[in-house]
T-cell receptor, first 114, second 116 residues
C-alpha cells in the first residue's frame, strides 16, 4: 500500500513570495490533515478535511494560508505572502474516516523562508 | 488547554543501553496517550498507545505506562539499537466520545541517537 505522498520535499523562498505544497493521501482515506512543525516543536494541526469539506481550520492563519482539497483526494496548502516565521516542516496526514489518532503521515516538506 | 512536555534532548546512547524519555501532560479528564516515532526521511508513525490509567502500551521492545497520579507517560526500552535512532514524540488526544477525540497535541520531540 502506497503511503502519503508530499511534494516538494524541500523549498527555499524569499519572504513575501508565495509557495504551494501538494499532498496525495493514502487511497480511500477520507480525512486529510495539514500540520506545521516548527524546529524544536511538535506538529501543530493547521486544517482538517473530511472528503472535500473543511472540518477544523481554527489554527490556520487565514490571512496568508489557504488550503483546498478538490474532489476529496489530493490537497494543496498555499502560503501567500510568506514570512520568516513560516519556516517549518509542513506535514500531511490522512486517516480512513473521521478524526482519529490513527493518522498516517507523509515525509513532509521543509520550507525555508529567507 | 491541553499540553505535552517532553524531556529536553537530544539523547545520545551506546547500543544496548537503557532508554528513558520523560513525558508529562496537562489535560482535563482522561486523555488517551501516545508515542509517535519519526525515522530519518520518513513520516511520523504511531509507536504505542494507552487509552486509560495504568494501561501499558508496548511495541518493538518499547513500553510506556499511563500514570494518572503523576500525569506521565514515560517511554522506556531495555536495550536500544542503532536502528532506534529517530525523533520520538509524546502526544495526547482528549477523552474518547468527545467531539475532539482524535485531535492530537504533540510534545516538542526528543532526538535519540544510538551509537554502535
Amino acid at each position: 500500500e502506497a503511503g502519503v505522498a508530499q511534494s516538494p520535499r524541500y523549498k527555499i523562498i524569499e519572504k513575501r513570495q508565495s509557495v504551494a505544497f501538494w499532498c496525495n493521501p493514502i487511497s480511500g482515506h477520507a480525512t486529510l490533515y495539514w500540520y506545521q512543525q516548527i524546529l524544536g516543536q511538535g506538529p501543530k494541526l493547521l486544517i482538517q478535511f473530511q472528503n472535500n469539506g473543511v472540518v477544523d481550520d481554527s489554527q490556520l492563519p487565514k490571512d496568508r494560508f489557504s488550503a483546498e482539497r478538490l474532489k476529496g483526494v489530493d490537497s494543496t496548502l498555499k502560503i501567500q505572502p510568506a514570512k520568516l516565521e513560516d519556516s517549518a516542516v509542513y506535514l500531511c496526514a490522512s486517516s480512513l474516516e473521521g478524526l482519529t489518532y490513527e493518522q498516517y503521515f507523509g515525509p513532509g516538506t521543509r520550507l525555508t523562508v529567507t | 488547554g491541553d499540553s505535552v512536555t517532553q524531556m529536553e534532548g537530544p539523547v545520545t546512547l551506546s547500543e544496548e543501553a537503557f532508554l528513558t524519555i520523560n513525558c508529562t501532560y496537562t489535560a482535563t479528564g482522561y486523555p488517551s496517550l501516545f508515542w509517535y516515532v519519526q525515522y530519518p526521511g520518513e513520516g511520523l508513525q504511531l509507536l504505542l498507545k494507552a487509552t486509560k490509567a495504568d494501561d501499558k502500551g508496548s511495541n518493538k521492545g518499547f513500553e510506556a505506562t499511563y500514570r494518572k497520579e503523576t500525569t506521565s507517560f514515560h517511554l522506556e526500552k531495555g536495550s536500544v539499537q542503532v536502528s532506534d535512532s529517530a525523533v520520538y514524540f509524546c502526544a495526547l488526544t482528549p477523552n474518547a466520545g468527545g467531539t475532539s477525540y482524535g485531535k492530537l497535541t504533540f510534545g516538542q520531540g526528543t532526538i535519540l541517537t544510538v551509537h554502535p
